[in-house]
């Protein structure tokens, strides 16, 4: 049996590290609804070296979050049946999950959906369709625990698993 199913999407780090927790990439459960939208940022977090799961509807999504914890949850707000806020309230009452960083990515970008994403969802961002891609990976970063600090590793390196950003 593979290690992901046909939903995950694994590329590995550009660099060999000689310690495997380095190495091992960051896990993203990514929870949006659009067929398009998924796709794309499937394929653009992928690319920088995230494991990638997906999820459609909320209910899905703490399905996921509970078989296997991700590092940070990336997610859409407006989804069928139960709704990013819901979803991500009840993660937070189960053990094991209640501390996951949460990142919002959502088309509501009044101040109020804002207020309530950090305050009912836990959101540790929140940025607002259409949406810039070095914003959300940056966001991503920022919302992760530092990795390997006790280890003597330098503060201003990207995160384990992260591509080097380019510059056109």
Request: glycine share 8%; charged share 30%.
């Amino acid at each position: 049996m593979s290690a992901g199913g046909p939903d995950e999407i694994i590329v590995p780090p550009q660099e060999a590290d000689v310690d495997d927790a380095a190495t091992e990439p960051i896990s993203v459960l990514l929870v949006e609804d659009d067929p398009d939208v998924g796709h794309m940022l499937e394929r653009r977090l992928a690319s920088e070296g995230l494991s990638i799961r997906r999820a459609v509807d909320g209910d899905e999504a703490l399905k996921e979050a509970m078989a296997e914890r991700p590092d940070v949850i990336v997610l859409d707000l407006m989804l069928p049946g139960m709704d990013g806020y819901k979803m991500a309230r009840i993660l937070r009452q189960q053990e094991g999950c209640s501390d996951v960083p949460i990142v919002v990515l959502s088309a509501l970008s009044h101040r109020d959906n804002r207020k309530r994403a950090v305050k009912e969802a836990g959101a540790s961002a929140y940025l607002t369709k259409p949406f810039d891609f070095r914003e959300l990976i940056e966001a991503v970063r920022r919302a992760l625990p530092e990795r390997g600090e006790d280890e003597g590793g330098s503060t201003n390196e990207p995160p384990r698993g992260a591509a080097p950003e380019t510059t056109p």
